[in-house]
């Protein structure tokens, strides 16, 4: 599953169309986000560059405008310069391989660059590495048809000035030798993050095989603040079959203390039936094509649905990504899918305002649920 097929993140508290109804946002700020931030601020505003005095005067502007807000000012800032130094990129060197994303009638990902082997990129990877100035956007995932939240799945988003999607930093990453340390890093700050999600919501992580059997990712995730029993970990990427062996012995003692598996059953990477039958997920994922498929069959069955039913077969849940509109979420809906997420439901969003309302309205929609069955919810006594 692609880290960039949702949407870009979202760069103010915009809660999105949710299926649950109308809720008022919180005024509650994350303390993770703006230590990430304040960090990435003191990194500009330090910088000595001669080129990057227009950026810090800029930013101190912003600053000065949204005393309160860092998030909002850094956000500002970096929307300004993603936008002048891709115009300029686009205005020098136009080239037909940069566009790899969706075509113009869907609401576009963040751009895909073209990966570069220049020793300039080793150098933006490791200095990524070095200062960990990246962010962690959140995406609910909604139970369906009652839109409830379910969990959250965690996208990286870079700091950057060319405007790239987290996909190719990723690409550039793997190309110079970098690619799990890249995936391990935005890992570790995605678990950090998490930290402000409450304990009854799963999170989902991004990682491809390979970097699954680091044994740093074993660690990570055995240790770290997000109980096991919480944690989803999706293949990102196609798999190898000589990587199958080695993924599977890493993650089955994860697996028995409940961590879950999620694997691509449609688009690009989807696992292949054999592959499926031996990693056994706890979850298939199917993306925008199986939507389409749905609303626009061909001829007889949908494509896609042969998915659906292995699922069943082996016991794994199926979750729809890429809803997109009221249409797609209607067909998902009819198919009975059991989760789903897209910009219909929740745009990425790296603002903790947008965080705390998604949980505040699944803390709403828990206790509403225990209250219809008699039984108090969490946190709530009688």
Known sequence: MSRDESLPAATGAE????????????????????????????????????????????????????????ERALLQHLITVTTTDLTDSLADDASPHEEMGRDSSAPSNPRHLPVSLDPRGYKRVRAVLGTRMLLTAFQPIRELPAGNVAGFEALARFVSRDGAGADSWFREAAAIGLGADLEIAALHSALSAAGEIPAHLFVAFN??????????????LGNGQVALDRIVIELAGSLVGAELDGLIRMLTPLRQRGLRLAVDGSGAGAASRDQILQLLPDIIKLDC??????????????????VVELAKQIGAAVSAEGIESQAGLTAVTQAGIATGQGYLLGRPSVHPLDWSAWIAEAATADVAASTESGNPGPGVTH
Not at 207 to 220: E, K, M, Y
């Open 15 to 70: 809660p999105g169309p949710e299926p649950g109804g109308q809720y008022a946002p919180p005024q509650v700020a994350g303390s993770t986000l703006r230590s990430q931030v304040l960090e990435l601020i003191d990194d500009v505003l330090t910088d000595t560059a001669s080129d990057g005095k227009w950026a810090r005067i800029q930013l101190r502007r912003l600053l000065a405008a949204n005393p309160d807000e860092p």
């Open 207 to 220: 990682l491809s095989p390979a970097t699954c059997t680091d044994p740093r990712v074993q660690a990570l």
């Open 289 to 306: 094509s199986f939507i389409d498929g749905l609303m626009h069959p061909v001829e007889g069955r949908p494509a896609g649905m042969d």
